[in-house]
């Protein structure tokens, strides 16, 4: 038995160092995010400031950075306790904040860069989006209360009982489902517009420079959109199995495709960027050579209206 133990310590200790190096990395990529953005300012002829860092896009990348940093590095101090209940627990309190931020900094970011496709494609739902929009981060910072409660009480009242402890635990998982399914529904929505567009542009020739930032966006977005769905399973997985080593390796396998997230939200942007400066060395006339049937000038002109009545013109990159 003892020799059990010891093998399941010794698996945890790298899931722990793994979960500590990927924090790292998702830490170093900041500064490389505000290099980014400064040398695309620096191209552009605009001046570097703390207003044009933290622009609506820039500022939730950098949250999406720095919550997913904190929550590996909470999760990597966690499973180095081994199973020390106590110390998880602080540990999972820490990690749900972080976790909230993270989401609801993809969802707002999300919204951004997609409110144009939805307004072009599936106008009637625009309001609901912006609904679930307020909505989703509401639920999850909800589901903190109970977690957060029942994490003081085990620590500055040890002897609260355990049922009350678990019927706090099951409100929070209960209140975080609803924020999961919610956020489901807000993806549901972003893929299907996203689709309707890659559908429409590939029927078109000679796309304009809008056009062309919201293909970009259907691409990523797409991408991002499927690994966030599969990461999430991941985690509904870790949280369905008895706890140890491979409810650990579920997760570290959920949080790693949120970097991929991440990572893929940073190459949208990247791809806005280079098509932004060659729009701005073309010509507004610019258009990619394997671009695609031009549309009337009635849809074109609808893109123009989606770009501009949404967030998402004001700093497309």
Request: overall charge positive; charged content about 10%; glycine content about 6%.
């Amino acid at each position: 038995m003892d020799e059990y133990f010891e093998t399941l310590l010794a698996q945890e200790q790298v899931i722990s160092h793994y979960a500590a190096v990927i924090s790292g990395v998702s830490f170093l990529t900041i500064p490389a995010l505000i290099y980014l953005i400064q040398t695309h300012l620096a191209s552009q002829g605009k001046p570097f400031s703390l207003k044009t860092l933290l622009t609506p896009f820039n500022a939730t990348l950098l949250g999406l950075a720095i919550s997913f940093t904190g929550l590996c590095a909470a999760d990597s101090y966690a499973v180095s306790s081994g199973f020390n209940p106590q110390v998880r627990a602080n540990c999972g309190a820490v990690q749900a904040v972080f976790a909230c931020s993270y989401h609801t900094c993809y969802i707002i970011y999300s919204y951004n860069r997609g409110i144009a496709i939805i307004k072009l494609h599936l106008p009637k739902l625009k309001r609901f989006m912006k609904f679930l929009l307020y909505i989703i981060p509401c639920i999850f910072y909800t589901s903190l209360v109970p977690q957060i409660t029942a994490t003081v009480l085990a620590e500055v009242q040890p002897s609260t009982s355990p049922e009350l402890l678990n019927l706090l635990g099951n409100v929070a998982q209960a209140v975080n489902a609803a924020g999961s399914i919610s956020a489901a529904m807000f993806d549901g929505i972003l893929l299907a517009s996203f689709f309707k567009g890659t559908i429409a542009f590939r029927q078109k020739n000679g796309l304009n420079v809008d056009e062309m930032r919201l293909v970009i966006i259907s691409k990523y977005g797409t991408s991002a959109i499927v690994v966030y769905f599969i990461s999430n399973g991941f985690f509904v997985a870790s949280f369905s199995v008895p706890h140890g080593v491979f409810a650990d390796e579920l997760m570290q396998v959920a949080q790693t495709l949120l970097f991929f997230v991440y990572l893929i939200l940073v190459g949208m942007k990247v791809e806005l960027q280079r098509n932004s400066d060659n729009s701005s060395s073309v010509g507004p006339g610019y258009a990619p050579k394997n671009s695609v049937p031009s549309i009337t000038n009635k849809k074109t002109s609808n893109v123009s209206a989606a770009m501009e009545d949404s967030a998402t013109c004001q700093k497309m990159v």
